[in-house]
């Protein structure tokens, strides 16, 4: 057992109070984080002649040699220590003598949780930005080459209006657009340190609080000291946008297990990123469109986990706050591994054009249109839809589509359709006139796709500043 805080106590803690308390075996994974805020931290001191300008060179060395030597194996991280701070802190104590117990001077494992907490979190941001824009580059690349691909499209799970696989990827375009959005607002929100808040009150040493955020990447010193050491808002938000990207991808994937189906045949999922069945030699499983549908969730339950943990806390920090990293770290890794896969899925995906076409064309998706052709005829719309109503009667009878009708049939039915109704209700003529802003029309559609290239070119993905701190 290697604990920070021996001095007061008499005998040793109890082994499985010691393993309960410990968080060192899933706070390793913000070594970097640690490292980095450390060696701000000290820089600062020595700066402000709080330590010597040589103990800060030792510390900065130190903790420099802990983290390559942990990256390259030569060191492990084991749980001797009750945490990642206290391994670091025991370590290059170890290494470099007494400017290693100097490093804590001015600084509580609060404030130095919070702001490892905070930068770890702002990283993970980052990547899934990354993901998510290389995401959107797929699903534009799907849409560029099927502003042509009719497809029906649905409400209540009915064939409902002919549309385009264009239009139906743009509708995935926006909501991880949105997304996109969301984890910018986040960024922007909680880019603040709380390095210098001490366990909740400050200190009485003469820190430079904006020293330090800026240095490591931040745009300012947070505000409150007793806010900084128990706020986990921008996490719960962080879990609340993963939460609803996972929501987004759980829909589409839905769709490509639908989709998938012998009896939709819409899509054929890659071999690379389909699995097979023991038992069953002939098929071919959406297992990982399924296993993103059902990871999304634990995603929500890590959200949900880390509102109720934070309810009831009182000010300032509480233990229960070490709660918010297993969820946390849970939801990050599933997540963005989803985002991965599910690029992945999509790009490799086929496309059965002509099935989603003749699809279209079945099930009455053209029915609106031949209302429309009856009420540019003269027609009041209510009228039309009663006469175009009888005609799918009709048609479901005679097991034929509209356009199927004889015009003699068509003409019993309302003696004011034409030859020109055939083209009218043509699938092809359906999607065309359908040119209102955000619609699957040729000219609607290019300038949505324009407006999705727009996006992808002026929001660059997110960066994190700590990238290369270490170098
Ligand atoms: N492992 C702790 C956590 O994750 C670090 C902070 C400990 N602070 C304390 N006062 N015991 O929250």
């Known amino acids: 057992m290697a604990q920070l805080w021996g001095g007061r106590f008499t005998k040793p803690t109890d082994e499985k109070v010691y393993a309960f308390n410990a968080s060192i075996g899933f706070d390793k994974r913000m070594l970097r984080q640690d490292v980095c805020g450390s060696i701000a931290h000290a820089s600062m001191l020595a700066a402000q002649g709080i330590i010597s300008e040589e103990d800060g060179k030792k510390i900065e060395e130190g903790l420099k040699g802990i983290y390559s030597d942990v990256c390259s194996g030569v060191l492990e991280i084991t749980d001797k220590y009750e945490d990642v701070h206290s391994f670091c802190e025991a370590v290059l104590t170890e290494r470099v003598g007494d400017a290693g117990k100097r490093l804590h001077t001015g600084r509580s494992r609060n404030d130095q949780v919070a702001l490892d907490m905070r930068m770890y979190v702002r990283g993970e941001v980052c990547q899934a ?84 955020a800026k240095k490591l990447g931040f745009d300012k010193a947070t505000d409150n000291s007793m806010d900084s050491v128990s706020d986990r808002d921008y996490l ?3 879990l609340d946008a993963l939460s609803i990207i996972m929501m987004h991808m759980s829909r589409s994937c839905e769709e490509i297990i639908t989709w998938n189906t012998n009896e939709y045949r819409f899509v054929e999922i890659d071999d690379a990123y389909s699995t097979g069945s023991s038992i069953m030699p002939q098929k071919k499983n959406p297992d990982i469109a399924e296993l993103i549908r059902g990871k999304t969730g634990r995603v929500y339950g890590s959200l949900m986990g880390l509102l109720t943990t934070m309810k009831g806390l009182p000010l300032a920090y509480n ?79 005679k097991g034929i589509t509209i356009d199927e009708m004889s015009l003699e049939d068509l003409k019993k039915l309302s003696d ?35 407006s999705c290239e727009k996006f992808i070119n002026e929001n660059a993905v997110l960066i994190d500043p700590l990238d290369d701190f270490l170098n």
């Open 129 to 212: 930005d990354a993901l998510l824009q290389k995401l959107l580059e797929t699903i534009l690349m799907i849409m560029k080459a099927n502003v042509s691909t009719y497809m029906p499209g649905f409400t209540h799970l009915q064939k409902a209006q002919p549309v385009t696989l264009a239009h139906h990827m743009g509708a995935y375009f926006e909501m991880f657009k949105r997304d996109r959005k969301r984890l910018a607002d986040i960024y922007k929100r909680m880019n603040e340190c709380p390095l210098g808040a001490g366990a909740l009150a400050g200190t009485t040493y003469p820190l430079d609080r904006e020293y330090t």
């Open 236 to 238: 719960i938000e962080f």
């Open 319 to 397: 233990k229960d706050m070490q709660e918010d990293k297993e969820g946390a770290f849970d939801a990050m890794d599933t997540a963005c591994s989803c985002i991965d896969l599910y690029e992945g899925m999509l790009r490799s995906m086929k496309f059965n054009e002509d099935i989603m076409e003749k699809s279209a064309a079945g099930g009455f998706t053209n029915a609106t249109d031949a209302a429309d052709y009856l009420v540019g005829k003269g027609m009041p719309f209510r009228d039309a839809h009663t006469v175009i109503g009888r005609m799918v009667l009709e048609c479901i009878d």
């Open 416 to 450: 004011i359709i034409d030859e020109d109704f055939y083209e009218a209700v043509s699938i092809r003529t359906c999607v065309e006139n359908r040119s209102t802003k955000g619609a699957p029309g040729p000219d609607a559609m290019a300038a949505e796709i324009d």
